[in-house]
């Protein structure tokens, strides 16, 4: 069966949903270096990271029935650009030559995986 355009955009809305996941573990790690374990941001931050991985698990199981594993698992690692993403828009942190210089070389593995499809 080949994927379809609204498949792969599903995939993707997968993994963007999983990449958040990296925001709400930092967001708590935060609280907590702030408030310790009695700090409620703790728990609401570990709530939300764990509700984000259920929603992630059946979305990710739903779309990837419709790719080859190793397409699907290929197309994973673009979590790493939303990631990156993330981490300079929430939290301010530098993007350095070698962050855009990893980030490409994933992009074009994924085309590369893409390609053979």
């Known amino acids: 069966m080949k994927a379809t355009l ?5 995939l993707h809305i997968s ?3 999983f990449s958040f996941t990296s925001v709400f573990t930092k967001l708590a ?8 374990i009695r700090g409620i941001g703790l728990y609401l931050f570990l709530f939300l990271m764990f ?3 259920a929603i992630y698990a059946v979305a ?3 779309t990837i029935r419709k790719f080859e594993l190793s ?7 673009v979590y790493l650009i939303w990631s990156q993403l993330w981490a ?8 350095s ?16 995986v893409q390609k053979y499809e």
């Open 6 to 10: 609204k498949d792969y955009i599903l």
């Open 15 to 17: 993994i963007l949903i």
């Open 29 to 36: 790690s935060i609280e907590f270096n702030k408030n310790g």
């Open 51 to 53: 509700l984000n991985c």
């Open 60 to 62: 990710w199981q739903k």
């Open 71 to 77: 397409i699907a698992y290929a197309q994973k690692t």
């Open 88 to 95: 300079v828009l929430f939290f301010h942190e530098a993007l």
């Open 97 to 112: 030559v070698k962050n855009i210089i990893g980030l490409v070389i994933v992009f074009v593995g994924v085309l590369v």
